[in-house]
């Protein structure tokens, strides 16, 4: 699993750090991985056992305002 991170003016943002949380059955988020995004911008993750049908999240700070950003539902096994 991965994804590009940038600025509001579509710039790589390198060397940020991304927290990926998978969303259990009760609705609740359980931490899974984190780490920085490359030169580029660009971050994977890989999760042992991915299954169809869990679902995930990215959240990171913003670069502009520092507050806590969450990314839309991540779901195995569905592209969008």
């Given at each position: ?20 949380k998978e ?12 780490g920085a ?44």
């Amino acid at each position: 699993t991965g994804g590009t991170a940038t600025l509001p003016t579509w710039a790589p943002l390198a060397g940020w750090w991304i927290v990926a949380k998978e969303r259990t059955s009760t609705g609740k988020y359980k931490w899974m991985a984190e780490g920085a995004t490359d030169e580029a911008g660009v971050m994977r993750f890989d999760f042992d056992g991915l299954d169809a049908g869990r679902t995930y999240v990215l959240e990171a700070s913003s670069p502009v305002d520092g507050s806590s950003k969450r990314s839309a539902p991540l779901v195995a096994g569905v592209q969008t």
